[in-house]
């Protein structure tokens, strides 16, 4: 789910080296920052890439399997449950190409593109059909409206814990419960995980990258695919990785037990060796539930800022568990590009999205960044009504 990344513009603040990101950096959304200990753990790694020693290599593939065993604690999963892609695209890509046979897909209309395309792709060519749902001006399902659109030939759903724009978290278990246990339910979970605790045991497939929330850079993404579904899915892009036998004399030899059956090759280990690092520093900050308790506090002050200068507030109704490190709001009567520029130059990193601007902030966002904001909107607000009053004829 990558944002197209834009270059911040040189009035902003520049991040100390060895530091991390500038205390205005609001874009974790897009892209987080890779954290210390991820990137101890892929210089680590990257040293054992250099080396010939077997036992060296021993300790880099070691890496990938303890990444491995992070993910499954985090995800409530047992490790042979647990596969390593490149992305979170490629996951999905490649739960797509395992859904062999009859059936049609739902996903709803708001959904991010990264969640739509595989589904799109592998229809008409051995995959189930796509079905778009969702009420006007609704970007979200639930499960009232997952029950009007539950056909008899619905095999799956698939979502994202948290939406892109609105932050809004998906229901998951309510979602579940409605499918059942004849229907999987698919998540996309790379704006969730990291940032607010998910209800991940009723996934059925889950797929995360490691580039946002969970700060570990590209080239790695958890791809879960749970027991009580895997006999469902074929090998579709499972290659010589993916099977008991890859020397075998004779080909296709049986897939290997869990989700490593739909690898396509080896895991990029140091990427693999980043995103454990990174799932292993989520727990030392007290996990999921902690970590999204002072993330939400943080969002909560910066959209507190933002609605005291005017700014009308996207799904402003949400509840404190609704919504996860994402909030989006506009400001009335202003151009959203000289909004978005304003920003910037102040020193706050975000991303614009039409009329809206996006704020995504972390845990080491300091409080300083929702001074920041509000100074930055005060400016314009106040601009545009002393450029108002000078404009008035006078009686």
Known sequence: MNDQIQCPVETATPATPGRGPMAG?????????????????LTTATTL???????????????????????????????????????????????????????????????????????????GRGGPAVRLVGAAGQRHITPDLLRRHLTPDVTALTVSAVDSLTGHVAPLAALKEVLGPGRLLIVDAIQGLGAVPLEADAADILVSGGQKWLRAGWGAA???????????????????????????????????????????????????????????????????????????????????????????????????????GIGTFRLPGHDPATVHRTLEAAGLITTRRDEWIRLSPHTSTPGAAADLLAEALHTLTHRTTHSQESTCPTN
């Open 222 to 324: 958890l791809l879960l695919i749970r027991d009580r579904c895997a006999e469902r899915l074929a090998p579709g892009l499972g290659g010589w990785a993916g099977v008991t036998e890859p020397f075998a004399p004779q080909h296709p030899a049986p897939p290997l037990p869990g989700a490593a059956a739909h690898l396509a090759t080896n895991p990029d280990f140091l990427a693999a060796a980043a995103i454990g690092a990174a799932i292993d520093d989520l727990f030392e900050q007290g996990g999921p539930a902690a970590v999204g308790a002072r993330i939400r506090d943080t969002l909560a002050d910066l959209l507190d800022r933002a609605r005291q200068a005017g700014a009308e507030v996207l799904l402003d109704g949400l509840g404190p568990h609704e919504r996860a």
């Open 49 to 123: 890439a250099t080396r010939v020693d077997p036992a060296d290599l021993d300790r880099l593939f070691a890496l990938s399997e303890a990444a491995r065993t992070s993910a499954a604690r985090l995800l409530d999963a047992r490790p042979h449950e647990i596969a390593l892609a490149p992305s979170t695209s490629n996951g999905l890509f490649t739960v797509a190409a395992a859904l062999h046979g009859a059936g049609t897909v739902l996903v709803p209309r708001g959904e991010f593109p990264a969640n739509l395309y595989p589904w799109l792709r592998f229809a």
């Open 25 to 41: 950096y609001l874009d974790y959304a897009r892209i987080g920052p890779v954290s210390r200990p991820a990137l101890a753990a």
